[in-house]
T-cell receptor, first 114, second 112 residues
Framework: DTGVSQNPRHKITKRGQNVTFRCDPI?????LYWYRQTLGQGPEFLTY????????KSRLLSDRFSAERPKGSFSTLEIQRTEQGDSAMYLC????????????FGPGTRLLVL | DAKTTQPPSMDCAEGRAANLPCNHS???????VYWYRQIHSQGPQYIIH???NNETNEMASLIITEDRKSSTLILPHATLRDTAVYYC?????????????FGGGTRVLVKP
């Protein structure tokens, strides 16, 4: 399967714990995006990378959130000191840099904070 | 990116064409119309996109009005597996385009 993959698919954690999610984009895709989706809502943009550079961050990305893409390939999204309000689906997407910029999404990581 | 307006829900009979409308009256000349769908508990799936000409692929057809202020996604022969939330998104193309701004979408229920 050459699509976007995300791990884990599900995560249950207790409030106050740290969690980390991983996203592997489609190979050769320079851009990688993170979105968050709460129940009943459309996905909301969090941040995106072009290669290893993080070029834009949403105001939704509080200080407890950090994303990295160290070698311009896979990316990680870490949430520190999780809160119940962080419960959501975290989606990753990737695209080429220019020209055809269609974003292709992964299956998401569903986080439940107890 | 321009805002879009879609009906919150619609039903469709299996085997019939489903026509999903989208209004984007403030669209700019360099903004594309994209359609994604999201089947329950899955990530959004790209369907089709266009600038001003009508487009067709193996999944659907996209009809954009001449003034570009609205568009219609057509699923030619809806199946039960087409039940999903369909999102119409307008975004800038080229190197400047980045994030997708999702609205509420249209919840489509295909009935047998």
């Amino acid at each position: 399967d050459t699509g976007v993959s995300q791990n884990p698919r599900h995560k249950i954690t207790k409030r106050g714990q740290n969690v980390t999610f991983r996203c592997d984009p489609i190979s050769e895709h320079n851009r990688l995006y993170w979105y968050r989706q709460t129940l009943g809502q459309g996905p909301e943009f969090l941040t995106y990378f072009q290669n290893e550079a993080q070029l834009e961050k949403s105001r939704l990305l509080s200080d407890r959130f950090s994303a990295e893409r160290p070698k311009g390939s896979f990316s990680t999204l870490e949430i520190q000191r999780t809160e119940q309000g962080d419960s959501a689906m975290y989606l990753c997407a990737s695209s080429l840099e220019a020209g055809r910029q269609t974003q292709y999404f992964g299956p998401g990581t569903r986080l439940l904070v107890l | 990116d321009a805002k879009t307006t879609q009906p919150p829900s619609m039903d469709c009979a299996e085997g019939r064409a489903a026509n999903l409308p989208c209004n984007h009256s403030t669209i700019s000349g360099n903004e594309y119309v994209y359609w994604y769908r999201q089947i329950h508990s899955q990530g959004p799936q790209y369907i089709i996109h266009g600038l001003k000409n009508n487009e067709t692929n193996e999944m659907a057809s996209l009809i954009i009005t001449e003034d570009r202020k609205s568009s219609t996604l057509i699923l030619p022969h809806a199946t039960l597996r087409d039940t999903a939330v369909y999102y119409c998104i307008v975004r800038v193309g080229g190197a400047a385009g980045n994030k997708l701004t999702f609205g509420g979408g249209t919840r489509v229920l295909v009935k047998p």
